[in-house]
């Protein structure tokens, strides 16, 4: 009886001890992330860079993808606030769901972020989701790709390497650009597996341009390498990111979609054009969401085609590389190409109209 009472009292011992365990590490997690975002409030960058892990900090060049997201949207850390609305504790790792919203309005979230923290160096440290969920991938080296995998079956072959080499070099080589890093490719099994890695939604192909990462579902997506690669077009000092109609478009143009090759997307764009007089030009350009799924991407590939093989490819990448203009998109664009966007419309169009 003794015994058995000895075991019980040792089992609540344990119990409460792995409970205060679990809430230290949640705690330290916390105060992480609110050290980290303080520093960044105060503009302190080199502070900021203690709460984010070694490796992160050195490979990319913005190691906080969610941050980034903010930045390019032109939101200002110092004008924001955040709450965080559920803390998760998982074997290794912190998982704080955050959302950000302004002062005045706290009902109004400008972004949710799923933050990861992990154990470094006797200290917890903010991660993104690809380095926490991959951790346990194997992986393959080529002359321009590291390819994670998650087991021996998944393994590329040297053809395979060999292919996606070359597709590499041919992008390169065609857009006159400087990319001398290695693209980390992941293969994932589904959809969901894919958006997770980039903190999104669920995805058959996703990429991070600037830091170059590409992950799919697929052994090869050629369209988000195409994505990775273009980003070499913009200036570095003027931290834009390219106009969606151009940057989609030029993906779809070199490098097809998921499952369709890039001659399949100019015949949906010529039957698209042939059915349907209300295809325009300004809304492509101004209202890109207009034009979904396969007909959309068909109609950015064949403008970019267009433009590429009728106006020459410096007119298009000096286009490309002043990124998004907003109020001034059509401006822009006749301003470059010197012809009003009627105009080009028309060429468009009877350009597409005489593809075979």
Known sequence: MEKAISIFMMILFLGSYSSAQSSEKIEEAKACFENYVKALKEGDEEKAKEYWNRKEKERYKIYDWQLRDMFFRKVNLESVDYKIRKVEETDGYIIIHVDWYYPEDSSKVIQKDVRYFIREDK???GANPIFILTRDWLKKESKHFVYHFKTRKDEPDQKLLDKMDNFYEKIVNFL?????DRIDYFRCDSAKEVGGLFNLERSLARCDMINGVVAGIQNFVPHEIVHVISFKIMSPEEERLPETYLNEG???Y???ATFFSSDTLLSWAKTK???DPKVSLDSLVLRTEKYQGNEGAALMSSLV???IENYGLDKFKKLYSLGKTYDQRIETLEDIYG???KRLEKKWKNFVLSLH
């Open 250 to 252: 030029l993906a779809y």
């Open 123 to 125: 200290k917890m440290v």
């Open 254 to 256: 070199l490098g097809g």
């Open 273 to 275: 054009i042939l059915k």
């Open 176 to 180: 006159d650009v400087d990319y001398q």
């Open 339 to 341: 012809e009003t966007t």
């Open 305 to 307: 085609k267009f433009l």
